[in-house]
């Protein structure tokens, strides 16, 4: 079994940053491939970011250039590094831990980024 925990939440000006944490329990967390969404109110639920277990990412459009995600196995946390945030960025973000080879899937409880204008 797998608990996820986010942090790094909060609210922030336009241009500013973020670092969203997602700290994992248990043991196998390496093996994960480990995903952001993000959801606001009255849109679907958005991928935001993937890391694979070796290392492999891919990014929504919409952050390319702005959003880094990355893993520190030996702490076993994934971060999202969010830079020149823009109002539109504003949503409860996510993270999504999965075995691609199994059906075994996590959910952390949300955290909530707000991008003022």
């Known amino acids: 079994q797998v608990q996820l925990v986010e942090s790094g939440g909060g609210l922030v000006q336009s241009g500013g940053a973020l670092r969203l944490s997602c700290a994992a329990s248990?043991?196998?967390?390496?093996?994960?491939?480990v995903e952001w969404y993000r959801q606001a109110p009255g849109k679907q639920r958005e991928l935001v970011a993937t890391?694979?277990?070796?290392?492999?990412?891919n990014y929504a459009d919409s952050v390319k250039g702005r959003f880094t995600i990355s893993r520190d196995v030996a702490k076993k946390t994934v971060y999202l590094q969010m830079d020149s945030l823009k109002p539109e960025d504003t949503a409860v973000y996510y993270c999504h831990a999965r075995i691609p080879w199994a059906q075994e899937n996590y959910w952390g409880q949300g955290t909530q980024v707000t991008v003022s204008s």
């Open positions: 890391i694979m277990s070796g290392g492999s990412t």
């Open positions: 248990g043991s196998r967390f390496s093996i994960f491939t």
